[in-house]
């Protein structure tokens, strides 16, 4: 069955320094990967999106990702972190050849200090 | 563009009351879904309509919960009788097609007293 890791429950990092969320999934076949934020009272906003060429790919807010197939990882990175960016967010696996579901991890909270 | 609509934005019940949740998605796009956020917790997919079918609904439980997708648009999510558990909020989302990443209404919170 398919699933998706996130093994961090909650990470803290400094303004303007580099952050990395891990993904982990399982699955058969590289599925469509995305990332989600959730800000505090908002709605889950995507972020970006995989689904096959190039493995780094590039989403808004400064955000990118990489995909991993060796690994079965789709970590989330940002070279220089805002408090702006303290929210939950939120790795998900989406369809794949026999599958449809699109499921999520549990989340991983992003503190942001000064 | 218009993003996916829900409706209430807040309830409260008393449990083994019944309620339900409408969602109108974005205009055009065939996948619909409707997911379960306990708080603290990542979306649980309870239900996923491409057009007026159902492709999955392995986690819904269908001895208290239904939806239905009207002509391919418009859905409702049904619970009856609710149950304290099921305080939580409940997302819909719609995508053009399955490949895309769900795009999120602002959700319905539930709380069952």
């Known amino acids: 069955a398919q699933s998706v890791t996130q093994p961090d429950i909650h990470i803290t990092v400094s303004e303007g320094a580099s952050l990395e969320l891990r993904c982990n999934y399982s699955?058969?076949?590289?599925?469509?990967l995305f990332w989600y934020v959730q800000s505090p009272g908002q709605g889950l906003q995507l972020l970006l999106k995989?689904?096959?060429?190039?493995?780094l790919v590039q989403g808004i807010k400064g955000f990118e990702a990489e995909f991993k197939r060796s690994q079965s990882s789709f970590n989330l990175r940002k070279p220089s972190v805002h408090w702006s960016d303290a929210a939950e967010y939120f790795c998900?696996?989406?369809?794949?050849?026999?599958?449809?579901?699109?499921?999520f991890g549990a989340g991983t909270r992003l503190f942001v200090k000064a | 563009e218009a993003g996916v609509a829900q409706s209430p934005r807040y309830k409260i019940i008393e449990k083994r009351q019944s309620v339900a949740f409408w969602c109108n998605p974005i205009?055009?796009?065939?996948?619909l879904y409707w997911y379960q956020q306990i708080l603290g917790q990542g979306p649980k997919l309870l239900i996923q309509?491409?057009?007026?079918?159902?492709?999955?609904d392995s986690q819904l439980p269908k001895d208290r919960f239904s939806a239905e997708r009207l002509k391919g648009v418009d859905s409702t999510l049904k619970i009856q009788p609710a149950k304290l558990e099921d305080s939580a909020v409940y997302l819909c989302?719609?995508?053009?097609?399955?490949?895309?990443?769900?795009?999120f209404g602002p959700g319905t919170r539930l709380t069952v007293l």
């Open positions: 309509f491409q057009n007026n079918g159902v492709v999955d």
């Open positions: 205009s055009g796009h065939a996948t």
């Open positions: 699955y058969g076949a590289t599925p469509y």
């Open positions: 998900a696996v989406g369809p794949y050849t026999g599958g449809f579901k699109t499921i």
């Open positions: 995989y689904f096959s060429g190039d493995t």
């Open positions: 989302a719609s995508s053009l097609d399955l490949s895309e990443g769900p795009y």
